[in-house]
C-alpha cells in the first residue's frame, strides 16, 4: 500500500488539476486528513510567513496560504486537506546555477515528508517549470526525470498525464505507451496512464479499440500491464470564464456582474453590420466589439434573450461605453450577460482574449464540478480505488459521507424528477447533478420559462429533460389513474383531470407509473404540498404501518442516523418498532452499520411508566422481527452515545455507547433534538429523508442549499436503487 500518488504531466497544459482534483476528491471518501503537496510553486509570497507559522505548510481551514497556487488553494478550500510545497521555482534555479541538485532535491524530499506524517494519504502534483522562471539556466534538469526522481524518493505511485487535444486514436496510445515506459526506464512505479481532453472520436476509438493497429478486445491497444483510462474533452472545463477574461483584459465591469461565472467558449468579433453578426454568434461566444456600436449590443442581446443563442458575455472596446438608453434596454431584456470594457481595439483584444488559460480554482466552481465529472466519466474510480489499496478510515467525516453519496448514485444511475423546474437552486444543482453524472433528471414547468431562466443565470441544463404537466401526454392517464385510486373519496375523473396538472402530483404520479424512479422537492412548497401525494399514490411498503423519516446527522468524526423527527408525532409501539426498522435499513443502504437505540428517559429497568413500557414493547417487536439486527432500548441517550456512561449503565450491550440509529419515541422528543445536536455541536442535519414508502420521495427545506439540493438528489437516487 503506497501512501502517495504523483500526478506527473508530460507536456504543458495537459491537464493535471483535473486528476489531482478527482483523486483527492477520491480519496476524501476513505481518508480523514489527505495531503497535497507540490514540489514546486512559480511564487514564494506565502502569507501564512506573515504569522510565524511554518511556510512550507498551507493549513486546510486557510486558503490564503496556500503559496499564491490556485490550485493548492482550491483544494485545502474545498477539502480536508493540508497542503505544503517543497520550493518556489526561484529558488530551485537558485539552487541549480550553483550546482547544488542534490540540496533540491534533498530539501523537496525534508519538507514533502513534514506533510506526509500529518497525513493519511498525500496526493502529489508534479511541477511545472514553464509556470516559474527558467533564469537561462540550461542546467535545469528535464522535467520529466526530475518528477520520475522525486516520486522514487517519496516512495510515491506515479500517474503520467499525457495531453489528448487534437491526436488520434494511434497517437494517443503510443503517447501511452512513451510514457509509461520513459517513467519505468527512469525507475518509477507507475499506477496507471491518463489521457486528457481527449477528443470525443478518438476516445470512441481508443476505448473500444476499434481499428486501432493490433487491438484485442475491448481494452486500449497501448500493450500496457497497467489501465489506461481517457477523459474526454469538456469545453467547460478547458474554457476561461468571463471573470477571467476580464481580469486578464483589466476590464471594468459595467453590467450584469452576476453573470461573470458563464463559459467562454468562442470569441465573436463584431464589425459588419448586424444580420452577419447574427449568423456568426455561436452558444457560448463572447462578442467583442467597439462600445459605439449599440445596434450590436441590442441585437446580440435581444437574440440571447430569444433563445436563438447562449452568449457568454459582450466587450466592449476602445474604452467607450454604449449609449446609456441602449444599456437600460438590454437590462430590461434580463439577458444576466456581463458587459465589460476595455481600453484596447479589437483585434489586440481578441489576441489577448485567446491566449488566456482557464484554471480550476476557489472562484470557478461550476469549472471544478465540470472537471470532476469528466474525470469520473473517463477514470474507472472503482478499479482506482482497488490499485490505490488505501484503508477505509474508521471516522466518517461529513465530507467523506456527502462524497459517498455521489459515488454511490453514479454507481447506479436513476432517473428523478424535479417539480420545481424554474427555481434557481434547482436549476443549478440541475447542473452539478448532470455533470457529475449523479442521475438523469426531469425538470417539470412551461419548457420555454426554464429555458429562458437557464439562459438568465448562465446555467447548462441541456442534459435534462423538460415536461409541461399542463401539456403532457401523459396528463389524461395520470388522470384516470388518479380517479381510480381515490375514487373511495370521491374522486371524479374531471377533478383528477385538475389535479394531476399540479407539479407534485404530477411527479408522483411519474414515479408511480415507473416514468421516474423517486421525486425530490420543497424548495418552493411546503412539505405537505411535498409530501401528500406521496402518502395518496405511492403508499407505504407492504408489512410496514408507518412511513417515517430519518436525518443523517454529520458530526466532526462521525455520521448518526436519527428517526423519526418530522412525521409521526406519537407513534405507538408497533409504529416505533417499523420506524426503527427503516431507519435501521436506511443507514445500511448509506453504508452506515446499523445498531439500533430506543430511545427513553430510562436505561433499561431503571423507571417506568407508560413512555418507557411503549419503548420496551417497540423494542421487542425489533427483536422479534429482525433478530440478527442489534439493538437496546428503552436507552438514555447518554448512555447510548457514550462508552464509559453504557460501561457504567448496560455493560454487556452490544449497542451501549456505540449506537449509530437513534430512534426517538415521538415527534417532540426527535425535532427537538435534533435541532439541538445541529445548533449546540455545529452538526450538518441532512434530511428529513423519507422512508418506508414503495419508492422514494423526498422534501427540502425551503432554505436548502443548492448542495443540499444535490445531496438530497443523491440519497434519494440511492433509495431508488436499493432492491
Not at 438608453?325 to 437590462?331: D, F
Not at 450577460?337 to 484554471?359: F, N, P
Not at 474510480?381 to 448514485?409: G, Q, Y
Not at 447518554?638 to 455507547?657: F, H, M
Request: aromatic share 4%.
Amino acid at each position: 500500500m503506497a501512501r502517495s500518488v504523483y500526478v506527473a504531466g508530460l507536456g504543458p497544459s495537459v491537464g493535471k488539476g483535473t486528476v489531482a482534483l478527482g483523486l483527492v476528491e477520491l480519496l476524501s471518501r476513505q481518508v480523514a486528513r489527505i495531503g497535497v503537496f507540490r514540489p514546486l510553486i512559480a511564487r514564494g509570497d506565502d502569507p501564512s510567513t506573515a504569522r510565524g507559522d511554518d511556510p512550507l505548510i498551507a493549513r486546510g481551514d486557510d486558503p490564503s496560504t496556500a503559496g499564491g497556487d490556485p490550485l493548492l488553494s482550491l483544494l485545502t478550500a474545498r477539502y480536508p486537506v493540508t497542503g505544503g510545497h517543497g520550493v518556489t521555482a526561484a529558488e530551485a534555479s537558485a539552487l541549480v546555477a550553483d550546482g547544488r541538485w542534490e540540496e533540491l532535491i534533498g530539501r523537496i524530499v525534508e519538507r514533502y515528508r513534514e506533510l506526509e506524517r500529518q497525513c493519511g494519504s498525500v496526493v502529489v502534483i508534479g511541477s511545472d517549470f514553464a509556470a516559474g522562471p527558467a533564469d537561462g539556466h540550461d542546467e535545469m534538469p528535464r522535467e520529466l526525470g526530475f518528477n520520475a526522481r522525486l516520486a522514487t524518493e517519496f516512495g510515491s505511485l506515479v500517474i503520467p498525464v499525457v495531453s489528448g487535444e487534437g491526436r488520434t486514436a494511434e497517437s494517443l496510445t503510443a503517447a501511452a505507451r512513451s510514457a509509461y515506459h520513459s517513467l519505468v526506464d527512469l525507475n518509477a512505479t507507475v499506477l496507471a496512464v491518463v489521457a486528457n481532453r481527449v477528443p470525443e472520436s478518438a476516445r470512441r476509438r481508443v476505448e473500444t479499440a476499434d481499428d486501432v493497429p493490433g487491438s484485442a478486445g475491448s481494452r486500449p491497444a497501448t500493450d500496457l500491464p497497467v489501465p489506461f483510462w481517457v477523459i474526454p474533452e469538456v469545453a467547460a472545463v478547458a474554457a476561461p470564464t468571463v471573470a477571467e477574461v476580464a481580469k486578464a483584459l483589466d476590464a471594468t465591469v459595467i453590467t450584469g456582474g452576476d453573470g461573470t461565472d458563464r463559459d467562454v467558449l468562442d470569441y465573436v468579433v463584431g464589425a459588419a453590420h448586424v444580420p452577419a453578426v447574427l449568423d456568426h454568434l455561436t452558444d457560448g461566444a463572447l462578442l467583442i466589439t467597439p462600445g459605439d456600436r449599440a445596434d450590436l449590443l441590442v441585437a446580440a442581446s435581444a437574440a440571447h434573450a430569444a433563445g436563438q443563442v447562449t452568449l457568454a458575455g459582450l466587450v466592449l472596446t476602445l474604452g467607450e461605453r454604449p449609449d446609456e438608453r441602449a444599456v437600460k434596454l438590454i437590462e430590461r431584456l434580463n439577458t444576466g450577460l456581463a458587459m465589460l470594457v476595455v481600453e484596447s481595439d479589437s483585434y489586440h483584444t481578441i489576441a489577448a482574449a485567446g491566449r488566456i488559460e482557464a484554471r480550476l480554482s476557489v472562484g470557478t466552481p461550476r469549472k471544478v464540478e465540470a472537471a470532476l465529472g469528466a474525470f469520473e466519466d473517463g477514470v474507472d474510480t472503482a478499479e482506482l480505488t482497488r490499485l490505490l489499496d488505501v484503508s477505509r478510515s474508521s471516522r466518517v467525516t461529513p465530507l467523506m459521507f456527502e462524497n459517498d453519496l455521489i459515488d454511490k448514485a453514479r454507481a447506479d444511475r436513476r432517473h428523478l424528477v424535479l417539480p420545481e423546474g424554474a427555481e434557481e437552486r434547482i436549476l443549478r444543482a440541475t447542473e452539478t447533478l448532470l455533470r457529475r453524472g449523479v442521475a438523469d433528471l426531469t425538470l417539470l414547468g412551461d419548457p420555454a420559462e426554464i429555458s429562458r431562466r437557464a439562459r438568465e443565470l448562465g446555467v447548462n441544463i441541456g442534459g435534462a429533460r423538460l415536461v409541461d404537466p399542463e401539456r403532457s401526454e401523459w396528463r389524461d392517464d395520470f388522470a384516470e389513474r388518479y380517479a381510480e385510486l381515490r375514487k373511495h373519496r370521491g374522486v371524479t375523473l374531471d377533478l383528477a383531470y385538475d389535479v394531476v396538472r399540479d407539479v407534485n402530483y404530477f411527479g408522483t404520479m411519474m414515479v408511480a407509473a415507473g416514468l421516474a424512479d423517486g421525486m425530490v422537492s420543497g424548495a418552493d412548497h411546503t412539505t405537505a404540498a411535498t409530501i401528500r401525494p406521496a402518502f395518496e399514490i405511492i403508499k407505504t411498503v407492504p408489512g410496514l404501518s408507518v412511513a417515517s423519516s430519518v436525518f443523517f446527522m454529520l458530526l466532526a468524526d462521525r455520521v448518526l442516523v436519527y428517526g423519526d423527527c418530522a412525521v409521526n408525532p406519537d407513534p405507538d409501539a408497533a409504529q416505533l418498532a417499523d420506524i426503527a426498522l427503516s431507519s435501521a435499513r436506511t443507514a445500511a443502504a448509506f453504508g452506515l452499520e446499523p445498531r439500533v437505540a430506543m430511545l427513553s428517559y430510562s436505561t433499561g429497568r431503571s423507571g417506568s411508566g407508560a413512555d418507557v413500557e411503549k419503548v420496551a414493547a417497540a423494542t421487542a417487536l425489533v427483536r422479534e422481527r429482525r433478530p440478527d439486527l442489534p439493538v437496546e432500548g428503552p436507552i438514555q441517550y447518554d448512555a447510548a452515545i457514550d462508552p464509559a456512561v453504557a460501561a457504567t449503565k448496560l455493560p454487556q450491550s452490544a449497542v451501549a455507547g456505540k449506537a449509530t440509529v437513534f430512534v426517538f419515541p415521538d415527534l417532540n422528543t426527535g425535532n427537538n433534538t435534533y435541532k439541538a445536536v445541529q445548533r449546540s455541536a455545529g452538526a450538518v442535519a441532512v434530511g428529513p429523508v423519507m422512508q418506508g414508502l414503495r419508492r422514494p420521495v423526498n422534501d427540502l427545506s425551503r432554505g436548502a442549499t443548492v448542495k443540499d439540493i444535490v445531496n438530497t438528489v443523491a440519497i434519494t437516487a440511492i433509495q431508488a436503487a436499493v432492491k
